[in-house]
């Protein structure tokens, strides 16, 4: 009897046991499982978006004023009209005629041209300019008469072109505010023409 009852009380606690053991396990599988579903949550907040480029266009600069083309300069004959970069401008004329200067005299006497895709000269300072289509292209002229520079000219503020006598006129600089002495052809200014040298006389062009 007294072995039975050991027995008894021995399969008694480990009966407590197992189920104690199988409460622990039940417990510790519900944390486990607790554990996962909090770490594999998954936020569903979506992430901050970029911000959109800028599809702003650079300025071309296309509405920048034009530079001016001739102004006013001090010099030993006074006052005078001059291209952009200072050098003198000149006129050609015969007997109060304005001259057309082509062909071989535009290699001594440049004629003033308008830029590429300018309609008008813009000037500062001077008034009484207008363009004139000749062969050479948009040329600008004052007060009717054609202007040039003059091949001689090293620096702003040379003048050696005034008074030489050639191509079918005299050189003249262009006094700011005194008459050219010119009449320019009703027409306009010739697209070509024959030029006609002249013996002696300054530098002989």
């Known amino acids: 009897m007294r072995t039975m009852r050991a027995t008894t009380r021995t399969g008694t606690r480990v009966a407590r046991t197992v189920r104690s053991g199988g409460v622990a396990l039940a417990a510790s599988a519900v944390l486990l499982l607790a554990a996962c ?3 594999g949550t998954v936020s569903s907040s979506s992430p901050t978006s970029a911000p959109a480029a800028s599809t702003t266009a650079p300025s071309t600069g296309a509405s920048a004023a034009a530079k001016p083309i001739a102004m006013t300069a001090s010099s030993k004959l ?23 200067c082509t ?17 008008s000269p813009v000037a500062q300072g001077v008034a009484n300019l207008a363009a004139a289509k000749t062969a050479a292209g948009e040329q600008v002229a004052y007060l009717g008469a054609p202007l040039y520079t003059f091949s001689m000219d090293k620096a702003p503020g040379d003048t050696n072109g005034e008074g030489i006598t ?11 505010g005194a008459s050219t002495g010119t009449t320019s052809p009703a027409a306009g200014v010739p697209a ?4 006609t040298t002249a013996s002696g006389g300054g530098y002989g062009y």
Do not use: A, R
Not at 103 to 119: A, K, R
Not at 192 to 195: A, F, G, K, L, N
């Open 166 to 176: 050639s191509f079918g006129g005299t050189w003249h600089v262009v006094k700011i």
């Open 103 to 119: 062909g071989q005299c535009l290699g001594f006497w440049p004629p003033l041209l308008l830029p590429t895709g300018e309609t």
């Open 78 to 100: 006074g006052e005078l009209l001059v291209d952009s970069k200072g050098m003198t401008l000149y006129t050609l004329s015969n007997n109060g005629m304005s001259v057309p």
């Open 192 to 195: 070509t023409s024959t030029p």
């Open 37 to 39: 579903g909090s770490s």
